[in-house]
């Protein structure tokens, strides 16, 4: 049997079964960081590998921006546990005819995000390789109690940070019409959020220190397979109120007819996706100030285990065919082709 | 300029001018692992990226000895510094038709190694890849004091753990004539060496406990290559004494004829080079006992920063012929083109 009979979930399933499990570890594989501890201290840690030609395409992004998100997408993954990104260990593999003004164009993208959240590159690996080969090794500081994807209730709220499907949205854009995107500043304003997307380092760690969040995720599947995450994990369904969905204007102007089919799917937008008890409410709505982004209500918990369900303004159910990516059984989506153990 | 013209170190010198140096950063590139503190504790960390075709060949080596050598070496570093190993991040891009049970292997050799140390495997990321592809991030705890490359001074020995070159002489071995290797036991215990090197951990942690090194590494790119990294920091040079280099008895059997070719410039040994002060010498000696492993005296530190001669019974030089590898420079050496940071 090989590897895309299996599927994707199926193969991390079989490696979780199969590494063991040690003392210190708190929380292993099967969140969005592992939480360890050791004789000196407690730690978050996230590793990402990113492939040129499967996880990015150089004709659509520049290296300063790889070198952003490939340091950004694991920022992303500490603070969906709620913790505070410190360290990072970048390994490459390099072409041999890789030009040296490249590699200073990624590390001036990687330095960019690293100096805004405080982050020190302290070592890492250089290899030749084939193609560019990136990988990314984040140690963060866990809050006291960090979120993970269960803990969510049915009757808990959802909530989600930022805007949806932007960074989707902008990709197809610029892969359509590359020319009328330079021209467009709403469209670049959608790119920015695929090329550059914001960890919500503090907003996910405002909700871990404040004890709001009852699970936690960021979004890089995409919402609808992203939630489905915490349902499995928390043993519950979800309810998904499309009209609430939070949409930028960008968005509204330029895919309006399209609906929320990105906000839905489109993955790559690294905000956060959590879940909080009814009761607390007024107290995560005034957390939006501090967080600097905008917190939106856009579902709620429920028993059964059917997973997720998008309902319209009329409560009904609207089919979303979103049966969930698979990286290894699909080859369709070139971009997202990378699963957190 | 492409990277290849910049050569290894070039570029891993431009990397660490690039990079930021933020709090919390006791050691950063430039060693064997990294060496951090934050709120919560204090962490040894290392990283190194395996790619198929370059760094292994699945014709040389099962996926069971790939495991478990993708974890020796990252344990390596650990020990280099030493320090004991806890958590592993494991990060693969695998082909999409790869055999499942090739992936059971190759985690069944990761377990091996792992349980052997007490070190547990976290998480990380798996993705779909052109050909195989293997990100190890170690994490350990660090002793009072890691042992870095820099430290040592003119008059310190140089001692080496184990024995040097089997590894390469191994690998030699099984790549001219796979049928007669399967059929000599002294030969196949070379090759064992290459496939599942021993982390010296052991060693390692006691010569850091009791402040016996003054510098070390592992030998990954061969003695005198390795040496010239510790000669490089410490701005020292080294003489080494051809005839005391320890040999196996394998490879004094297989190649007596070509003297210690092997042992000078074979690499991935994954012994302890180190040195220490020369009133420490009881106490080095004595330690084999407990490291479990033989420690051999093959040198001396000297003043004059000229790197790393290697001398005959008379103390006459030999001229080695290993101007060092330079994984960017050249191509012919596909086991060895990586270099940790």
């Not at 090989?2 to 399933?13: Q, V």
């Not at 990402?48 to 150089?58: A, G, K, P, S, W």
């Amino acid at each position: 049997m090989n590897i895309s009979r299996l599927g994707e979930f199926g193969l991390i399933e079989r490696i979780r079964r199969r590494v063991r499990v040690g003392r210190g570890v708190k929380i292993g594989i099967g969140d969005d960081a592992a939480w360890v501890t050791n004789a000196t201290g407690s730690s978050l840690v996230t590793a990402d590998l990113l492939i040129e030609r499967i996880h990015f395409d150089l004709r659509w992004t520049s290296l300063f921006q790889l070198g952003y998100k490939s340091l950004a997408v694991n920022l992303s993954d500490i603070a969906a546990m709620g913790g505070t990104p410190a360290f990072a260990l970048l390994s490459l593999g390099i072409p041999r005819d890789f030009e040296v003004a490249g590699l200073d164009e990624f590390y001036r993208g990687v330095n960019a995000l690293a100096r805004e959240f405080g982050v020190t590159i302290i070592g890492g690996d250089t290899n030749v390789a084939g193609s560019l080969i990136i990988s990314v090794c984040v140690i963060g500081t866990p809050p006291r109690r960090p979120v993970r994807r269960r803990g969510a209730r049915p009757g808990d709220d959802i909530y989600v940070t930022g805007t949806l499907g932007d960074s989707a949205l902008g990709l197809r854009l610029l892969k359509e019409n590359p020319e009328g995107l330079r021209r467009s500043r709403l469209a670049r304003a959608l790119l920015k959020r695929h090329h550059q997307p914001d960890p919500r380092i503090e907003a996910g760690s405002l909700l871990a220190r404040r004890n709001l969040a009852t699970a936690m995720i960021d979004v890089s599947d995409g919402l609808v397979q992203d939630l489905s995450h915490i349902c499995h994990a928390s043993r519950i369904g979800a309810v998904v109120w499309n009209e609430r969905l939070p949409l930028s204007r960008a968005y509204r102007r330029i895919a309006a007819r399209e609906g929320t089919r990105y906000a839905l799917g489109g993955g790559e937008d690294y905000e956060l996706l959590f879940c909080a008890r009814p009761h607390n409410r007024a107290r995560v709505e005034k957390l939006q100030q501090r967080a600097g982004v905008a917190i939106t209500r856009i579902g709620t918990c429920v028993a059964a285990a059917g997973g997720v369900t998008v309902v319209d303004g009329m409560g009904l159910p609207i089919p979303t065919l979103l049966k969930g990516h698979d990286h290894f059984k699909r080859a369709d989506r070139a971009e997202r082709n990378s699963s957190a153990l």
